[in-house]
């Protein structure tokens, strides 16, 4: 069965002239539109299911838009496309679907900025962690940006309920993720390091044995790994297929949220191989 792709048009409508704009998402929408992807119209998150996840006063400030830092502007209306953005990562964890939604949010911690990082690295909330919390399900979150989720590490740290793997490009922004820490397994990697190191280190993180059970997999799903792109890993259209495959052989109810990627038209291919890959179980 084919994967069902979370979107809605409002999430085009800020940012027009920021590296994390509207085009990365249009141009994605376009190519898997001709693919023949089903889309989902998704409904904000609920203030319950942020303050699971959020403090209660950083939640205020994101409100009254008091959120400014140069990586992660205070757009006007922000909380309603942070909670558009967050609702459509519930509607893929329900329906098993890809989140193509902005804004991201792997970086957002539990009061905003992660603790021992200044900005918030383009992300006001953290739309996988909230979408975990909503199902109330032991999870295995596996973040395959080409920067570590340190928001999802700081929300999830400590928690037997879910472990956090992340294959990220180090040393790079945030700067953290150098190595493993209790329930979060982080497997830094250098620049440009290639398909074949990428897959022998993904296969090796799936299969620690530290891994807590999980009943289901959230994939924060960043393409900015791709080669050339921000946090190039020297990835291909071919290798995000082969991630979905291994993503499969998880054999768990499984869900995708788009981190980043920031190289227009290519944002849609790789995803539509990442879903063929893992569609091909």
């Given at each position: 069965?084919?994967?069902?792709?979370?979107?809605?048009?409002?999430?085009?409508?800020?940012?027009?002239?920021?590296?994390?704009?509207?085009?990365?998402?249009?141009?994605?929408?376009?190519?898997?539109r001709?693919?023949?992807?089903?889309?989902?119209?998704?409904?904000?998150?609920?203030e319950?299911?942020?303050?699971?996840?959020?403090?209660?006063?950083?939640?205020?400030?994101?409100?009254?838009?008091?959120?400014?830092?140069?990586d992660?502007?205070?757009?006007d209306?922000?909380?309603?496309?942070?909670?558009?953005?967050?609702?459509?990562?519930?509607?893929?964890?329900?329906t098993?679907?890809?989140?193509?939604?902005?804004?991201?949010?792997?970086h957002?911690?539990?009061?905003?900025?992660?603790?021992?990082?200044?900005?918030?690295?383009f992300?006001?909330?953290?739309?996988v962690?909230?979408?975990?919390?909503?199902?109330?399900?032991?999870a295995?979150?596996?973040?395959?940006d080409g920067?570590?989720?340190?928001?999802?590490?700081?929300?999830?740290?400590?928690?037997?309920?879910?472990?956090?793997?992340?294959?990220?490009?180090?040393?790079?922004?945030?700067?953290?993720?150098?190595?493993?820490?209790?329930n979060?397994?982080?497997?830094?990697?250098?620049?440009?390091?290639g398909?074949?190191v990428?897959?022998?280190?993904?296969?090796?993180?799936?299969?620690?044995?530290?891994?807590?059970?999980?009943?289901?997999?959230?994939?924060?799903a960043?393409?900015?790994?791709?080669?050339?792109?921000?946090?190039?890993?020297?990835l291909?259209?071919?290798?995000?297929?082969?991630?979905?495959?291994?993503?499969a052989?998880?054999?768990?109810?499984?869900?995708?949220?788009?981190?980043?990627?920031?190289?227009?038209?290519?944002?849609?291919?790789?995803?539509?191989?990442?879903?063929?890959?893992?569609?091909?179980?």
């Amino acid at each position: 069965m084919r994967t069902k792709i979370v979107f809605s048009e409002k999430c085009l409508s800020y940012g027009a002239w920021h590296i994390e704009g509207p085009n990365r998402v249009k141009l994605a929408h376009e190519i898997l539109r001709a693919e023949g992807y089903e889309f989902l119209e998704p409904t904000p998150a609920s203030e319950e299911d942020l303050l699971k996840i959020h403090d209660s006063d950083y939640i205020w400030t994101l409100k009254k838009s008091m959120v400014e830092d140069p990586d992660t502007p205070a757009y006007d209306n922000i909380f309603e496309y942070a909670k558009n953005s967050a609702g459509g990562a519930i509607m893929a964890a329900k329906t098993n679907g890809f989140s193509l939604m902005r804004p991201p949010g792997h970086h957002a911690g539990i009061y905003g900025a992660a603790l021992g990082v200044n900005t918030r690295g383009f992300c006001y909330l953290n739309n996988v962690a909230i979408a975990v919390k909503h199902l109330n399900k032991s999870a295995l979150v596996l973040d395959i940006d080409g920067h570590h989720g340190n928001g999802t590490q700081e929300i999830f740290f400590g928690n037997k309920r879910v472990t956090f793997i992340s294959l990220h490009r180090y040393p790079y922004y945030p700067g953290t993720g150098a190595y493993s820490e209790s329930n979060c397994l982080n497997f830094p990697l250098p620049a440009n390091c290639g398909e074949k190191v990428y897959l022998k280190t993904l296969d090796k993180a799936l299969n620690m044995k530290s891994i807590n059970p999980f009943e289901i997999v959230a994939v924060s799903a960043g393409f900015d790994t791709h080669r050339g792109d921000l946090a190039s890993l020297a990835l291909t259209e071919n290798s995000y297929r082969k991630i979905g495959r291994k993503i499969a052989a998880l054999n768990k109810p499984t869900f995708f949220v788009l981190e980043g990627g920031y190289m227009g038209d290519k944002n849609g291919k790789d995803i539509n191989q990442l879903l063929r890959g893992f569609e091909d179980k």
